[in-house]
């Protein structure tokens, strides 16, 4: 069946860097977009990130990240990596990766991400 498993999160200081991952299983990921998405305490989960299928070839970033962030793919390992650039307390969050197989929607358990000095 159609698993993600993200992992890659942790503390970080303000202006550093982490590396998520997103381990894809029971679907192929070059044939599908994939989205990863985060939730502060208290708000509402927005999506930060987006991969395409190895098709239609492109990636788009939300305003909050744009230039910071980078998304990339390994095709010979099924994992989707988030590169998280010069940190701001405010992307403290759970990240979650997303894909959507056949009309439903598969979500990762999250990792955290905890931006503090």
């Known amino acids: 069946q159609v698993q993600l498993v993200e992992s890659g999160g942790g503390l970080a200081q303000p202006g550093g860097s982490l590396r998520l991952s997103c381990v894809a299983s029971?679907?192929?990921?070059?044939?599908?977009?994939i989205d990863w998405y985060r939730q502060a305490s208290g708000q509402e989960r927005e999506r930060i990130a987006r991969?395409?299928?190895?098709?239609?070839?492109?990636?788009e970033f939300a305003d909050p990240v744009k230039g910071r962030f980078t998304i990339s793919r390994d095709l010979a390992h099924n994992t989707v990596y988030l590169q998280l650039n010069n940190l701001k307390p405010e992307d403290t969050a759970v990240y979650y990766c997303?894909?959507?197989?056949?009309?439903?929607?598969?979500w990762g358990q999250g990792t955290q991400v905890i931006v503090s000095s």
């Open positions: 991969i395409s299928s190895v098709g239609a070839n492109y990636s």
């Open positions: 029971g679907f192929i990921p070059a044939l599908y977009a």
């Open positions: 997303k894909v959507q197989v056949d009309l439903l929607d598969y």
